[in-house]
Each structure stands twice: as structure tokens, then as C-alpha cells.
């Protein structure tokens, strides 16, 4: 079993930063893609960004130049540092990873509990 334990959200005011986390642990042979998504009240989930094995990265539109993904493969860590942080943003922030537990098994995807990023006007 994979857990994805993320970290890092709470209140900020308009322009301010934030820094989230998400490190999984337990049955892990590699991961490939990390990724950033949201949900905020009354819309869809949708992608923020996101970064392959090799770190290659995407943006949605609306965060390009405010937001930067990285992670740290060594310890199965994403991060994503949000600067300029506007009130649109106010959503929770989900992780998810795409971990291959054994060498012989295909890949699946795993999300993190979501954690909640308030930006204040």
C-alpha cells in the first residue's frame, strides 16, 4: 500500500506564499509523473501542474509564472511553491503520483488527503 501525506496549506493574504508538500511512503519501486491538482467549492478538479521522472514540467494557464513545481525523487517528495497567490486560487489542493510498488506490476495512481489554501482579499 502507498500513502501520500500532503502539507503545507492554510490562510495567506492576496500577493502572499505559500509552500506545499507531499511525500509518500510504503510499497514504492519508482514513481513517475507528480502532480498538483485543486477543487474549489462548486467546480471540478482540475490539474495545476505537474512533473515527470525527468523534469519535465506543466502549468495550467492560470498559475504559469506564479506557481513552480519540483520534486525530490529521493525521498518520493513533490513540492509545489506558490507565489502571488490571488483569492481565485482558494481551493483544496490534492497531489497524486503515479507509483509503480513492484517491478513486475504496471503503474497506478495515488492521491494525497487534500489540504486547504485560503487566499484573503
Known amino acids: 500500500q502507498v500513502q501520500l501525506v500532503e502539507s503545507g496549506g492554510g490562510l495567506v493574504q492576496d500577493g502572499g506564499s505559500l509552500r506545499l508538500s507531499c511525500a509518500a511512503s510504503?510499497?514504492?519501486?519508482?514513481?513517475?509523473?507528480m502532480g498538483w491538482y485543486r477543487q474549489a467549492p462548486g467546480k471540478q478538479r482540475e490539474l495545476v501542474a505537474a512533473?515527470?521522472?525527468?523534469?519535465?514540467?506543466n502549468y495550467a494557464d492560470s498559475v504559469k509564472g506564479r506557481f513552480t513545481i519540483s520534486r525530490d525523487s529521493a525521498k518520493n517528495t513533490v513540492y509545489l511553491q506558490m507565489s502571488s497567490l490571488k483569492p481565485e486560487d482558494t481551493a483544496v489542493y490534492y497531489c497524486?503520483?503515479?507509483?509503480?510498488?513492484?517491478?513486475?506490476?504496471?503503474?497506478?495512481?495515488?492521491w494525497g488527503q487534500g489540504t486547504q489554501v485560503t487566499v484573503s482579499s
Open positions: 512533473i515527470t521522472r525527468g523534469g519535465s514540467t
Open positions: 497524486k503520483m503515479e507509483v509503480k510498488a513492484w517491478v513486475a506490476t504496471g503503474p497506478r495512481d495515488y
Open positions: 510504503g510499497s514504492i519501486f519508482s514513481i513517475n509523473a
